[in-house]
Nanobody, 118 residues
Framework: QVQLVESGGGLVQAGGSLRLSCAAS????????MGWFRRAPGKERESVAA????????RYSDSVKGRFTISRDNAKNTVYLQMNSLKPEDTAVYYC???????????WGQGTQVTVSS
């Protein structure tokens, strides 16, 4: 089992930045890919960014490409999402996930709220 805890959410003005963190605990010796997802009010959950265990491969949704950066520190069992040039449409609950590949997610965090005001 892997437990994931997100932090770093909050309220920010459009154009601002936030950095989300996701700390993993439990069976962190496995080589998990990590991802960030979000769910906006009235919308389905969408993938935002993902990164392999090595950090060599990353993937981004078109809506955040060029503005968000995913990274990880395996020594700290933590994955980050640097969010720049935030827009009101980025407002959502952001979730961290872990899984064996970039397309198979087994563990989920509780989420952290990000609100971008116009």
């Amino acid at each position: 089992q892997v437990q994931l805890v997100e932090s770093g959410g909050g309220l920010v003005q459009a154009g601002g930045s936030l950095r989300l963190s996701c700390a993993a605990s439990g069976r962190t010796s496995s080589s998990y890919a990590m991802g960030w997802f979000r769910r906006a009010p009235g919308k389905e959950r969408e993938s935002v960014a993902a990164i392999t265990w090595s950090g060599l491969v990353t993937r981004y949704s078109d809506s955040v490409k060029g503005r968000f950066t995913i990274s990880r520190d395996n020594a700290k069992n933590t994955v980050y999402l640097q969010m720049n040039s935030l827009k009101p449409e980025d407002t959502a609950v952001y979730y961290c996930a872990a899984g064996p590949t970039l397309y198979n997610w087994q563990y989920w965090g509780q989420g952290t709220q990000v609100t971008v005001s116009s």
